[in-house]
């Protein structure tokens, strides 16, 4: 680059940052402006709608931003809003209500009344009944069947016969069967190549037999 070439750059250049440093304020007064032009100042006066009497405690909430009012004890409220902005009023048994907040507004306030209607809610109906009478009372308190607690529950289920009735139902476990198992070999071991003794004949096994029976083993659990 020659020379004189390199002087019309330089000169360039500061003739550019002197029209930024010129009109740059002037750029940023006019974006405040505009800013300042669509904020808004909304205030007003919230009433119901059949006795036209004040209510305090509405919630005023901004559609789209984390941004919201409360009505005071009067009824009044006054909330900073943008032009265009869609607000809504809540209250508890009123019926919520939505209001577009003009683009077109002159200035930057903005007064309204908004009524409320209520929004009844139907409950099932109670009815109310007279005290018993000492007899009536004596009479339903004798013939209420109440249920079992958990300790009664706990105490049928570990009865000597409701565990015999449980144990039947109950599958064996790995350590019952492997010695199930064990035992079965070891008994067919014994008797390799005679016949084994028959039970019919002994008595101890009768006296099994005689003791399962007076405890009820061979009763039908559905009893």
Known sequence: ????????????????????????????????????????????????????????????????????????????????????????????GYKPVIVNIPRDIPGNQYSMIQLMVSDPQYLPATIIKPRPTREQFERDFVNTTVPDDDIEIARQNTEAAKRRILLRGLPSDAREASNYYLKQSAQKYSYLGQAPPQNIFNPLAWADFIKAWKNGDFKNSNN
């Open 1 to 92: 680059m020659n020379p004189k070439t390199k002087r019309n750059t330089d000169r360039m250049k500061k003739t550019l940052l002197y029209i930024l440093l010129i009109t740059g304020p002037l750029i940023t007064n006019a974006q405040f402006d505009r800013l300042k032009d669509s904020v808004v100042q909304v205030y007003g006066f919230v009433m119901t709608s059949d006795s036209l009497v004040g209510m305090p405690g509405v919630t005023i909430s901004v559609k789209g931003r984390n941004q919201g009012a409360f009505s005071n004890d009067q009824g009044v409220f006054s909330i900073p809003l943008l032009k265009g902005d869609v607000i809504e009023f809540t209250s508890i």
